[in-house]
């Protein structure tokens, strides 16, 4: 299903994305077209892509085809999915350690849907971070790796 999402494969373009979506919720799938789990969310993406696109845009970035964002949102597992709004990266509390994106697969639509509603409404009253409606039972579980250190 990946090939039904738009593709963003140069550092220029994420920038030029991030730059140019406004007043709408742009989604960053961080992840490589060939990985199983990556295959299963950009399902998910493109079944919800028509329903959400009044509130959100969805991009694919190949983690290999633009390493400086991998290295910046420290991408060490994939499919990692971020959020911007106007320009602003949103942050998401799981309940997990890391705020700055979703790792791994929604476990169904209507949990991407949902997520999408609140940080587009959160982001429209001008918050930074919302907390996620996401079942914690539908979270996947990872521990930080902290590369470098």
Do not use: W
């Not at 964002?69 to 959020?83: G, K």
């Amino acid at each position: 299903m990946s090939f039904l999402l738009p593709k963003l494969s140069c550092k220029r373009e994420v920038d030029q994305a991030i730059k140019s979506v406004a007043e709408k919720v742009l989604v960053l799938r961080f992840g490589r077209d060939n990985d199983a789990v990556c295959l299963q969310l950009d399902d998910i993406l493109a079944k919800t892509a028509h329903d959400l696109s009044k509130m959100a845009v969805i991009y694919l970035v190949d983690v290999d085809k633009v390493p400086v964002y991998t290295q910046y949102f420290d991408i060490s597992y994939i499919p990692s999915t971020v959020f911007f709004f106007n320009g602003q990266h949103m942050k998401v509390d799981y309940g997990s350690p890391d705020h700055t994106k979703f790792v791994g697969s929604f476990k169904t639509k209507q949990d991407f849907i949902d997520l999408i509603e609140v940080i587009y409404r959160g982001a429209m009253r001008g918050k930074l971070i919302v907390r996620s409606p996401i079942d914690p039972n539908n979270i996947p579980k990872y521990d930080l790796l902290y590369q470098g250190i």
